[in-house]
């Protein structure tokens, strides 16, 4: 049986968000980010990207480009309320439902057919759903498997419903952007254009030795992508992955003792969130985000998981050493992933891998998300 996969993506959520609680701000642009001099846009209403604005922005660029926008501070609380409602509507479909980001998820309806219809039926009824429970509209694409599923949700924003036709397939796959293929970050995406590549169709003109050569194996998995084969199940998660805390620092800098400071005050804050949800956690992350927005990510195993504010600072003052601080840095973060039950005593269940590091592997430093 072959699959159907959606995926579902949320318009201009955080946006969306402030406009459904303020009619008042319907059809205006709205910008919503940091709000100090540094911050950035977290994202803009449809209304907003007319003036060019778009996410990870300058906000002074946005104001630059758009004064009469209506700039709002990120409600983070509000729109983690919003996304567990969106994301129960999707697990009432179907069981096979995975997360991707807070607005954003795939799902798996190959075996629910007989329940709600068409995949496209389904697809409307979800639309509909979300509608009703939130006043919001997501777009959503259908397809065979995840990759083809991501595109097609992005090619008709917002309010989409796209299936990519079977006849089509092929055409589409090979015109896509290869920066906007999952998993391409700006340094994978530099070495691809250095090889002539531009188009996902392109990556079929290297064979597979040389992209095993130059990528790796995510190079095989480039191959598979522009044939339009893609067999990543969806896979649902339900547990917390990680717990993570960081700050845009006051002034960008790379002092040693002022970033050890800064880490010590995040340790407290995970570690007191590990101890309060009755965690422990084995790999400790250090997130730093450089002056030009890029990101540098480091992580270690520990021995045992832990949820002591003192080893998660040890361990990120190691992680700190570690790094490259010849450059200046806004942002600097601190997390545990591989969390198990305190009840659990030593036995570590693996939730889930730290997204950071996710990020890292594929993406290495590319401009923050
Ligand atoms: P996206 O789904 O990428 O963007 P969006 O929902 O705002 O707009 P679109 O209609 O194009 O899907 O991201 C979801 C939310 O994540 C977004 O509303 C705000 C947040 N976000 C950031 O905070 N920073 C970023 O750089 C991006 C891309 C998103
Ligand atoms: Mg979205």
Redesign the pocket.
Known sequence: MERVVLHI????????VEQRGRPELRGLPVI??GTSRRG?????S?EARKFGIH??MPIFEAKRRCPQGVFLP?RMER?KEVSSLIMEILNSFSPLVEQV????AYLDVSGVARLYGSPKSIATKIKEEIKKATSLTC?IGIAPNKLLAKIAS?TQ??DGLTIIPPDKLHSIVREIDIEKVPGVGRKTCQRLASLGVRKLGDIRKLGEKELLKEIGTFGLKLLDFSKGIDSSPVLPYTEAKSLSSEETLEKDTNNFEVLKRELLSQAEIVGRKLRSNGLKGSTVTLKLKRSDFSLSVKSLGLPRPTNSTELLYRSGVRLLKESDLSEKFRLIGLGVSRLSSIEEGEKQLVLHSFPWVNLYIVVNFTP??
């Open positions: 993506d949320m318009d201009a959520f955080y946006a969306s919503v980010g950035v846009v977290s994202t803009a449809y996410s990870a990120v729109y980001s807070i607005d954003e777009s992005d924003k917002p923050v998300l």
